[in-house]
């Protein structure tokens, strides 16, 4: 069996007693969260998984999950690790194939947001939430995720200072993942390495950090622990100062005994080459280019029990082809023949995770395309359209979600060599080719492409350029309108076989989420320029213990991030103050403590007034209820 015996070893006391432990490894999973506590941490845009079966024998399945990211979710190594297991529990659990094995692809930077976990992060949160500076986009150093790099410096300059004796002077930028390495590889690469051994599945997912070992050293434990964990038994330390953009595959059970307990079970690791420019800005490294370095960094993983060889190719390795000239190994200059080589090592499986830093109904990085879909198609459906390679199967999971300055953006999909029957379709926007905006090299990529075998429909239906312009900008950091950060989180699941079914029905998707005709997404639309509201009244719902109304202790309001107020006894409203918030979207949280149970409210608002002198001020928000669950 591939999946569920993990799933009952978690219910088991003695283990939920381990996890629980004050020195438990970061891999020692505490017990998983309920219905409950996974319904209060959905997004706020949750679409149905888009499912697209063909059980046949060895043919894996594979989910490709678009997480939404939110800073609500990194505050503790434990919201992070309930985020990820509801995403498992919700879209993945209920449909996993019992006898083939399964694998969980999750996107690139899932891990980046984690450097802002715990009480050394909450600066960083902040500005990573609340970016005061004007929008970078376009620009060549993201001027909001670089002031809140600099806030993590600053909370880890003792453990800086310590890697300096060691290293010599680290970078000016990428110090920050080195003297967080302890808290990246806690937070992100424990959740992924117990979570895949949990429930029997393979789990795919990447962060920038540096090469690492587990020490148990009394200075070392003391310098790079946690101070908000009791004293552990062990630390992770950085060996070598350069940061790597690297994804990690884990799988359901430890392929070696020793080392670092988060990468006994790592099946595949690659090193992101070449880099983006924004990558170059932070000061990462790229991953190795030439020589058996190179070979070894894009070696493709056989999957057990399946024909499946996989490959990854991370963001912008996948548009990397290059022409080699005649007689020359691909696999001798990776950075410009990046997917060449990883087709001459007989990948037939690309998995490609993103994190696109840019609007989806935007320009290409390129500077030429100004339609970003279309572009796309040069990665996600060249894969299996080129017939220079042999790749089977494509599989591209999309962050979404605003940091900082930037806007992270896409339609996650699935693509097949051999085109599937049924309908053909396409990305948003991409039903025609546009002479004015559009590549030439990118006509043949317009119109509906019947590879799809699955695709993750965006926030907005199909529709004119212009319209999903209008629906860009509204999501985008700085909006201030009632769509700003408001992503699709969704996923897609679909079995693989091998060779590829062409018999099989193709362009599944789910429905899309519905926020009216496109024209409606106009700036201004939902009535003039957004300010701040002095203060807003919350009622607060009666928590229950066995049934029971439950007298409340105490009520912890927080605004974004930040705890504004700690109420203590009973009461039944609470006042939340807003004056001085910056214009657009504000979330607001109310954590309601009673004797053996606790409730939460959450509400997101968006701070507005009317343009024309003399109508009145008004906030806009969303209701979204928590659950009752035991404290």
Not at 20 to 39: E, G, I, T, Y
Not at 215 to 240: E, H
Request: a positive charge; charged letters at 20%.
């Amino acid at each position: 069996m591939f999946a569920g015996v993990a799933v009952l070893a978690a219910a088991d006391p003695g283990v939920a007693r381990a996890a629980s432990a004050p020195n438990a490894s970061a891999v020692d999973l505490p017990p998983a969260p309920d219905a409950q506590r996974c319904a209060g941490v959905r997004a706020h845009r949750t679409l149905p998984v888009t499912e697209s079966y063909d059980a046949r024998p060895g043919a894996p399945r594979v989910f490709a999950i678009q997480y939404k990211q939110d800073l609500t979710n990194v505050v503790t190594y434990d919201s992070f690790r309930v985020k990820i297991e509801c995403l498992l529990r919700e879209d993945v659990l209920p449909r996993l194939a019992s006898d083939r094995p399964n694998v969980v692809v999750l996107n690139e930077g899932i891990g980046l947001a984690t450097i802002a976990t715990g009480s050394r992060g909450a600066t960083a949160r902040n500005l990573f939430g609340h970016p005061g500076s004007p929008s970078c986009e376009g620009q060549g150093a993201p001027c909001g995720t670089l002031a809140a790099l600099a806030a993590v410096s600053a909370a880890y300059a003792p453990q800086i200072a310590a890697y300096n004796e060691r290293f010599g002077p680290l970078a000016s930028v990428s110090q920050a993942f080195v003297g967080a390495t302890d808290t990246l590889v806690r937070g992100f690469m424990g959740t992924f390495s117990g979570l895949a051994r949990r429930y029997g599945v393979y789990m795919v997912g990447s962060s920038d950090l540096s090469d690492f070992k587990q020490s148990t050293v009394s200075q070392d434990i003391t310098t790079f622990r946690d101070p908000d964990l009791p004293r552990p038994d062990s630390v992770y330390v950085a060996r070598k100062p350069p940061v790597y953009n690297t994804a990690f595959m884990w799988g359901p059970h430890d392929v070696r005994g020793d080392g670092p307990d988060v990468l006994r079970n790592v099946v595949l690791t690659n090193r992101k080459v070449p880099l983006t420019p924004i990558e170059n800005q932070l000061q990462f490294t790229p991953g190795p280019s030439s020589g058996p370095a190179a070979v070894d960094n894009l070696r493709p993983f056989p999957l057990p029990g399946t024909d499946a060889r996989i490959g990854v190719a991370t963001s912008l390795p996948a548009f990397v082809y290059g022409q080699p000239p005649p007689g020359v190994n691909p696999c001798s200059n990776t950075a410009s023949y990046y997917m060449r080589c990883l087709n001459a090592l007989g990948a037939n499986l690309v998995i490609q995770d993103e994190a696109n830093p840019g609007r989806w109904s935007g320009p290409d990085g390129d500077g030429v395309e100004k339609w970003q879909p279309l572009s796309w198609m040069s990665s996600t459906y060249r894969t299996v359209s080129d017939p220079s390679v042999a790749f089977a199967y494509n599989v591209t999971a999309m962050m979404v979600g605003n940091l900082a300055d930037l806007p992270f953006d896409g339609q996650s999909a699935i693509t097949q060599r051999g085109s599937p029957q049924g309908a053909a379709c396409h990305y948003v926007g991409n039903s025609a080719f546009l002479p004015s905006e559009d590549r030439p090299d990118l006509q043949g990529f317009a119109g509906a492409q019947p590879g799809f075998l699955a695709i993750a429909p965006w926030v907005a239906p199909d529709g004119p350029r212009s319209g999903l312009r209008n629906v860009g900008g509204a999501l985008a950091p700085g909006s201030g309108g009632p769509l700003e950060n408001d992503y699709a989180e969704t996923a897609i699941v679909a079995d693989l076989p091998f060779p590829p079914d062409r018999s099989r029905a193709g362009c599944a998707t789910a429905r899309t989420a519905a926020v009216g005709p496109v024209s409606s997404m106009m700036p201004g639309a939902t009535g003039g320029r957004c300010v701040s509201r002095r203060t807003v009244t919350i009622t607060l719902p009666a928590p229950r213990h066995r049934r029971r109304r439950a007298r409340v202790r105490r009520v912890e309001v927080y605004v974004g991030d930040q705890l504004q107020r700690v109420l203590m006894g009973q009461r039944r409203q609470v006042t939340v103050a807003l004056a001085g918030r910056p214009r657009g979207a504000v979330r607001v949280r109310v954590l309601i403590l009673a004797r053996g149970a606790r409730r939460q409210v959450r509400r997101r608002y968006h701070l507005c007034v009317a343009r024309r002198a003399g109508q009145h001020r008004r906030v806009h928000h969303h209701r979204r209820r928590g659950a009752l669950h035991p404290a």
